[in-house]
């Protein structure tokens, strides 16, 4: 059955940190490409960062320099680091898997998905 699962959410103070993680089950991340997007209330699903062996690293521009994204085979699982935290990165973070291997910053391009963690700035 293939599955992802989010972690890592909560609550946590403008300028503080928090890391992602996503971890993949039922398959292999080698050939898939991994996003993570975003919902905040009453705003339209955002893309926010993508990993690919065939793209390599994209970023929305709201999130450059702050977000990284990395991957561990080992493990099956993709991580994002949030740095430097605004109260308008507060949304729900879901990751997604494209077997396309592309990604992008598309939800559309991204077949199944993982439920969703909570991610609040605030102080």
């Known amino acids: 059955q293939l599955r992802l699962v989010e972690a890592g959410g909560g609550l946590v103070q403008p300028g503080g940190s928090l890391r992602l993680s996503c971890e993949a089950s039922g398959f292999s991340l080698d050939y898939y490409a991994i996003g993570w997007f975003r919902q905040a209330p009453g705003k339209e699903r955002e893309g926010v960062s993508c990993?690919?062996?065939?793209?390599?690293?994209t970023y929305a521009d709201s999130v450059k320099g702050r977000f990284t994204i990395s991957r561990d085979y080992a493990s099956n699982t993709v991580y994002l680091q949030m740095d430097s935290l605004k109260p308008e990165d507060t949304a729900v973070y879901y990751c997604a898997a494209d077997g396309t291997g592309w990604g992008g910053l598309v939800d559309q391009d991204f077949g199944f998905w993982g439920q969703g963690t909570q991610v609040t700035v605030s102080s």
């Open positions: 990993i690919s062996s065939k793209a390599g690293e």
